[in-house]
């Protein structure tokens, strides 16, 4: 399924005074089985792109086609806060399914094989309290994947996690991804990250979040942790690096 | 030299009461229900003592041996059932009634903003009303019959539920409602796996202080007005001076309250399991 996104603008003045969180002019397509990355200083409205293209929020103007699905079904994993703390592991996991009314019968069988498979067995009756960041951004994926979506929303999955454990869940979710191929948005302000795991990296502009760049990163697939050597990731990294330095310098009163 | 010496005998004490209390710390944490067990049951022997002898008013105090006697011959031979029933059927009519209303509206308002926008300021006024003010006006419009005791134990239930309820609701996460609506969900969906069991803590929390308000309330205006219930028996022993009987009754209110709200608090123990880690608890508005 491709994704088209035409003069999208979202303006939240109507309600509220703030200018960030607001975006003008978006263009820009999606293949079908493309990993979109977006990079952009806090405040260009990457989360407000990533909920237009979601449903949950409606753009101001423009429109959003997906070609070759009238219904496309969503999947979001959040920074944090995305697993109900009310549900046990097991629950969460199942939570997208269950909310597309598939069968309890159907659903728990799924649900199991895909913990077994990405090892969060002997966790399912675990509340989310009781894990790691790590291991809920895990079950966040978990719970994504499995409603098997025609596009994955993913705001900042990895953030709020300590460096390490941000490398193990990125090399996961390109292990993950290699087997399920989806459609991804994935917003970051993680550069290397950005690279690494995207087709290309769209850069954003703020006050309103504008595209300023659209990068192909030509870093052959499967990808793995040494793609962040890659020769193609530096000469990116330090690309979108300029781009960026500005926009901060200029929000810092540094230039 | 006196300097010196001095400066040695300051720290040595300082050291060892750091210690101590440490120590005390350490054992009030396992054993502080023990301790306030001899408090009370300490309080209960020089109370008797007192009695026996005569320093205090056998009629006013009559001993706790005598009281806990009455207690238990009561119970047996039936002597408060049809108080208790009576009292208790009021309790929990006023708590459904008035706490059911107050759960479903205060749930409301947390989740819609208009709502709240309307009824915040009418509820904010008549809240810190005392309810038992308002008695004379509900026999006015109830007359003196059983539906104005109602009314006004459920009145007393009304508002710790709905406060609560409308606390809990508006304490979600806003991003719980997106990652439910992000896989398509009904209305009904956003309620019963957002907004009820993340309110829930706080609506618990609500139920017992209105179960609290509902019992204050039921003894009170049995107190004033009838001649049934524990607080119409209580006036009445109190009346008659039949101390002992006063003490029992109270006993047994005490024993109610005590249970109703240690039931409630086993219920959210076990509803909300989720719920023990992170005790944010609930607001404790009355």
């Known amino acids: 399924m491709k994704i088209i996104l035409k003069n999208i603008s979202k303006d939240f003045a109507k309600y509220t005074k703030r200018e960030v969180d607001a975006l003008t002019d978006i263009n820009f397509e999606i293949e079908e089985h493309e990993f979109v990355s977006i990079v952009g200083p806090s405040g260009c409205g990457k989360t407000t792109l990533l909920k237009i293209v979601a449903g949950l929020l409606k753009p101001s103007t423009g429109e959003i086609s997906y070609l070759g699905s009238t219904q496309p079904s969503v999947a979001f994993v959040f920074q944090d806060q995305g697993l109900l703390p009310w549900m046990t592991v097991m629950e969460n996991i199942g939570l997208g399914l269950e909310l597309k009314r598939v069968p309890s019968a159907i659903r728990k069988d799924q649900v199991i094989a895909f913990m077994k498979r990405i090892k969060l067995d002997g966790f399912q009756d675990h509340y989310p309290h009781e894990l790691s960041g790590g291991m809920r951004q895990r079950v966040a994926l978990a719970r994504a994947f499995l409603t098997n979506p025609d596009i994955l929303l993913m705001d900042e999955p990895f953030a709020a996690l300590d460096a390490q454990t941000r490398i193990i869940l990125q090399e996961e979710l390109l292990k993950i991804w290699r087997v399920e191929r989806k459609t991804v948005l994935f917003v970051t302000h993680d550069i290397d990250e950005a690279i690494l795991l995207g087709d290309r990296v769209i850069v954003l502009t703020d006050r309103p979040g504008r595209i300023y760049e659209d990068i192909r990163v030509d870093i052959k697939r499967p990808r793995d942790l040494t793609a962040k050597d890659h020769p193609v990731l530096k000469e990116i990294r330090w690309q979108i690096w300029e781009i960026l330095e500005k926009e901060v310098r200029q929000e810092l009163r540094l230039s | 030299m006196a300097n010196l010496g001095n400066s040695g005998k300051r720290s040595t004490p300082r050291a060892s009461a750091k210690l101590n209390t440490t120590a005390v710390d350490e054992f009030l944490r396992r054993r502080g229900g023990l301790v306030s067990l001899v408090l009370v049951l300490g309080f209960l022997a020089v109370w008797e003592a007192f009695a026996q002898t005569g320093k205090l008013s056998k009629i006013l105090f009559p001993a706790p041996t005598l009281i806990f006697a009455s207690f238990f011959n009561g119970l047996l031979d ?209």
């Open chain 2, 78 to 286: 039936g002597k408060y059932t049809q108080d208790l029933r009576i009292s208790f059927t009021r309790i929990i009519s006023g708590f459904l009634i008035g706490g059911g209303a107050g759960m479903v509206l205060g749930l409301l308002m947390g989740w819609s903003r208009r709502l709240r926008a309307v009824l915040d300021p009418i509820i904010a006024g008549l809240h810190p009303i005392p309810k038992f003010a308002l008695l004379p006006l509900f026999i006015i419009f109830l007359g003196i019959g059983e539906t104005s005791r109602i009314a006004m134990i459920s009145l007393g239930a009304f508002f710790p539920l709905l406060i609560n309820s409308m606390a809990g609701v508006l304490q979600i996460s806003p991003t719980y409602y997106d990652v439910v609506e992000s896989y398509g969900a009904t209305r009904f969906d956003i309620f019963r796996k957002v907004v009820w069991p993340g309110s829930l803590p706080f609506v618990l929390t609500g139920a017992r202080l209105s179960l609290r308000n509902a019992l204050t309330l039921t003894i009170g205006i049995e107190m004033v007005f009838g001649n049934k219930g524990l607080g119409a028996a209580l006036w009445l022993s109190w009346e008659t001076m039949r101390m002992v009987d006063m003490y029992s009754i109270l006993l047994i209110v005490v024993i109610l309250g005590v249970g109703m709200v240690g039931l409630l608090e086993i219920l959210k123990r076990w509803m909300t399991p989720w719920h023990q880690g992170n005790h944010r608890g609930g607001s404790e508005s009355t």
